[in-house]
């Protein structure tokens, strides 16, 4: 399943010219894909099922559907919306769960991503960054790769108390364990940050069947590819994870938005350092960063 496509949202001064390129792909160790994703201006978010093939389709699809319910496409959110469409996926998957003879069946997922939100009283158009789970959020200035997300996984625990190296995570028998899901908990709790809109920027959102196959430095330098669109760049991210294994199912969607594109050619041809503020940038399990060599 792959989906190309550029959109322009109207903001009151000026517009939005926002590229994606999404795909997804059952792998080549799974039968079933249980992720999902949605690709729909202003927002774009991928979640990775769990609870088993077709529980797990359906927990990450009634993300999706629920996200379609809440926000109208084509016009920027408010903080408040996201988070209401984040707190009834939760509800929604949670009603997925069964009582059977073997016992409770839960359904839950993974879910992250970025809305293109109103931060109000004048603050100005803000990329929300939301991420429950270890599927994960990236921006790409055109130089260098920044994990914007946190981990909710036991590794990235260890790691934080010392008692894990970044490097040894990968490999570690409970890489696999995540901490906090939709659907898991009757309140759940995603980590959100809010990112100026501003310029050129650019950001991949992917499950971990790419981030656990594809280290950084790799990643990098297939977005460094880039032609100045992001179309089709979902494709070669997903081929390279596929190439190195494809344990899992796998789905990365690459955005790139222009805000006041138009207004000077020159001017946005420069990617803008798209991280948030230091006090806020979020430690990745893999270590951080990944650089293309100058």
Known sequence: MSDDGEDVVALPRGSAVIAHSARSDVGLARSVNEDSYLAEAPVYLVA?????????????????????????AGRPSTPEQVLDAIHSSNDAVRALTEEGEEGTAVAGTTLTGVALVD??????????????????????????????????????????????RADEADRHPERNVITRAIGADAVVEPDIWLIPATGRQVFLICSDGLSKEVDDERLAHILAGDTGHAAGLAGELVDAALEHGGRDNVTVIVVESELGAGDDDEATRDRPDARPDEDTTPRGVGGGNGDVPS
Request: aromatic letters at 8%.
């Open 48 to 72: 990775d099922g769990m609870g088993g093939h077709a529980r797990g389709d359906a927990a990450s699809r009634t993300v999706v559907e629920t996200f379609r319910r809440h926000l109208e």
């Open 119 to 164: 931060a109000g009283d004048g603050a100005g158009f803000h990329w929300m960054v939301f991420n429950i789970g270890d599927s994960r959020v990236y921006a790409w200035d055109g130089r260098t790769l920044e994990q914007l997300s946190v981990d909710h996984s036991a590794v990235q625990e260890l790691v934080d108390a010392g008692l894990l």
